[in-house]
């Protein structure tokens, strides 16, 4: 039979998440719940496309549009995540799905097409100049043994944390992430996710998510969400109070994260994230013995179209985080969510 292409449609996200998670190249961004997510969360558009051959899914594309005033419109696999791009059993079925987004870009009228490649560019596609940086190391489910591996200096702060009498609560307490996590990116004049973002992150994985969250006492210091996808965590949203700081929170929480996923869930490689370069969230992963790597965003343009860049180290942008943090921490609340859309 010939190759066909159909969108995703509801009652097969089992069989797309199915040939997903038997794909060696594939990441916890490629499964489909965060067609919905992504849609129901910010109001974008999703165009979520399989390939089908003798009745088998033999290809999957995430693909979503992210069009706002603010900050352009562009075709993205995957918005508000680090990876993504098409998964394909044959190159016949890869093909086909990149025509496919290559249509959709001119049907759209998007300014650019992208695909968030993890390990290498993607195909003859122009890549964005190096910004973007993961953090990925092996992780052995020893305490001890993954103690050891973490860099001198950085294991002092984690003992710091510990002789401060800090404890980590494992959870799905999104209300006390989201209240932890707002006052940390006001502090960096950063807009805030809503919080409807986060629960239903966790209502869509019930069984590939939790939040840990740091305590002083009675006092939330730190947290974080993480994803469980085979044997990786990866801690994605997460920042600490102003109190974190003083009595090392955020890297107790990272430490925690890393010994419960090894110890209780298998882990066995801890995903850091992506940072950009020249920030302190990427100087601070290089303090844990990371090695930085660069991502691959390949893109293509319509014509005429201009790349868009949204960079905070940007000098046009100081002025806006400098105001932005002067802001009241409820009105930050309010105006964060409508803004933060259009930055995934």
């Not at 869509?204 to 044997?231: I, R, W």
Request: glycine fraction near 8%.
């Amino acid at each position: 039979m010939s190759l066909r292409l159909r969108p995703l449609e509801t009652g097969q996200e089992a069989a797309w998440d199915a040939f997903v998670r038997e794909r060696p190249d594939s990441t916890f961004f490629h499964l489909s719940a965060w067609r919905h997510v992504i849609a129901d969360s910010f109001g974008h558009s999703t165009h979520y496309t399989l390939a089908e051959q003798d009745g088998a899914i033999v290809g999957v594309l995430p693909l979503a549009r992210m069009r706002t005033r603010l900050f352009g419109d562009a075709l993205i696999s995957t918005p508000f995540c680090v990876y993504g791009g098409p998964l394909a059993a044959t190159p016949e079925a890869e093909t086909a799905l990149e025509n496919h987004a290559m249509d959709l870009l001119r049907q759209t009228g998007a300014a650019h097409l992208e695909f968030r490649q993890l390990h290498a560019p993607y195909r003859d596609w122009d890549v964005r100049p190096p910004l973007h940086y993961t953090f990925r190391k092996s992780i052995t489910g020893d305490a001890e043994k993954d103690m050891k591996a973490i860099p001198r200096k950085q294991r002092a702060m984690v003992r710091k944390g510990i002789q401060n009498g800090l404890q980590s609560v494992s959870n799905s307490d999104t209300g006390m992430l989201h209240r932890v996590y707002a006052e940390s990116v006001h502090n960096l004049g950063t807009p805030v996710f809503p919080r409807k973002y986060f629960d239903r992150l966790a209502a869509a994985f019930p069984q590939e998510h939790d939040v840990v969250t740091v305590m002083q006492g009675d006092t939330p210091v730190a947290s974080v969400l993480n994803f469980y996808y085979k044997e990786e965590v990866l801690p994605y949203y997460g920042g600490g109070t102003s109190l974190a700081r003083k009595v090392a929170g955020n890297d107790f929480m990272y430490w925690e994260v890393m010994r419960r996923a090894g110890a209780e869930r298998g882990s066995r490689l801890y995903d850091f994230g992506r940072s950009k370069s020249g920030t302190g969230a990427f100087d601070f992963k290089k303090n844990w013995g990371f090695e930085a790597a660069p991502l691959h965003y390949s893109y293509r343009l319509r014509p005429g179209a201009t790349l868009s860049e949204h960079n905070p180290s940007n000098p046009k942008y100081k002025m806006m985080i400098a105001a932005w943090k002067r802001l009241p921490l409820p009105v930050a609340n309010i105006l964060g969510p409508p803004i933060v859309r259009g930055l995934g």
